[in-house]
């Protein structure tokens, strides 16, 4: 007899991340699953969220508690409706030799988070992993987003119900600030992003980070005017040897762009004292959003 290896070729590498959705709309994207052997493979397909031993692999320290570089679990975020918020279809089936299989992955969030995910598994024969793909996506409330940085947040939503009020008070001066500039906008939110620049000593470049600006494509919503951004860059930020970009902007729907921030230390820095200042950025939709943006330096050994 002859012994065949089984073989594949997916479309997408270990991660598939559906991008932003608004909370209850939809959005797809396809899979292609390709079988490069001389046999027909029998295939199954399975998401992590509905395995029968989750509610036991959970039982750990979560990540965000643990020295690992990983951002987000395995299983995020799903959705309050009880229904996964990520699906596939065909769930099972063949492929036969030389031929292609294509699955479309279904992204539909029911409420607002940055951190949606599931791991889909592709098995053979119903036991052999041929490809873990994990599934990302966000969703929100409103048709703009912001992204970059340092996160100042964990990657897990918790289960409780918890009181705005609190927060709503702590700002409530910065917001009385923001209404006087913004007094048409019925909503204002507030929210803070860390960008660290190291520039590396005796380096002709400067050091660079990026914030990124984006608005939904959606068929919710309507032909409304564009998404408007600007990035406040006072005095402070040029004295500490902070430039911008693209500081201001505009973006029609699905659109995006970047903020550039270079560093070059100036020639009185104290490396003991590296600099540390913020900036206003206003993302203006139909809701106004106002981000912190604390901009810190340090210069570091080649």
């Known amino acids: 007899g002859h012994g065949v290896v089984p073989s594949t070729e997916c479309s997408v590498g270990e991660e598939l991340h559906l991008g932003y959705a608004m909370a209850g709309d939809t959005v797809t994207a396809t899979v292609q699953i390709k079988n490069t052997s001389s046999l027909t493979l029998p295939f199954s397909l399975q998401l992590e969220s509905l395995s029968a031993t989750r509610d036991r692999d959970r039982q750990k320290i979560p990540t965000f508690l643990t020295p690992s570089l990983q951002r987000t679990e395995i299983v995020g975020t799903q959705n309050y409706n009880g229904f996964s918020v990520f699906s596939v279809s065909p769930t099972e089936g063949k492929i036969e030799a030389g031929k292609s299989q294509d699955f479309v992955v279904t992204f539909r969030p029911d409420h607002e988070s940055l951190y949606y995910s599931d791991r889909l598994k592709v098995l053979l024969f119903g036991k052999q992993t041929a490809h873990q793909i994990q599934l990302k996506g966000a969703a929100r409330d409103h048709p703009m987003f912001v992204e970059g ?8 939503e918790s289960l409780a119900v918890t009181s705005p009020v609190a927060p709503q008070e702590a700002l409530k ?4 600030k923001l209404k006087t500039i913004f007094p048409e ?9 860390l960008l ?3 520039f590396v000593e005796g380096s002709a470049e ?14 919710l919503l309507a032909a409304k005017k564009a998404v408007e951004f600007s990035l406040d860059s006072g005095p402070e930020l040029q ?4 430039e911008l970009d693209g500081p201001k902007g505009a973006l029609e729907r699905g659109q995006l762009k970047r903020i550039g921030v270079s560093w070059v230390p100036p020639a009185e820095l104290q490396t003991s004292d590296p600099p540390l200042v913020s900036a206003l950025l206003t993302v203006k939709g139909d809701i106004t959003e106002s981000y912190r943006v604390l901009l810190m330096a340090r210069v570091v050994s080649a």
């Open 196 to 198: 660290l620049l190291e």
């Open 239 to 242: 004295r500490a040897g902070f």
């Open 149 to 156: 940085g340092v996160p100042l947040d964990v990657p897990v």
């Open 173 to 176: 001066g910065e917001k009385r």
């Open 206 to 219: 400067p050091a660079r980070a990026e914030i990124t600006v984006g608005a939904i494509q959606s068929p």
């Open 185 to 193: 906008s019925e909503k204002i939110s507030i929210m803070s992003l």
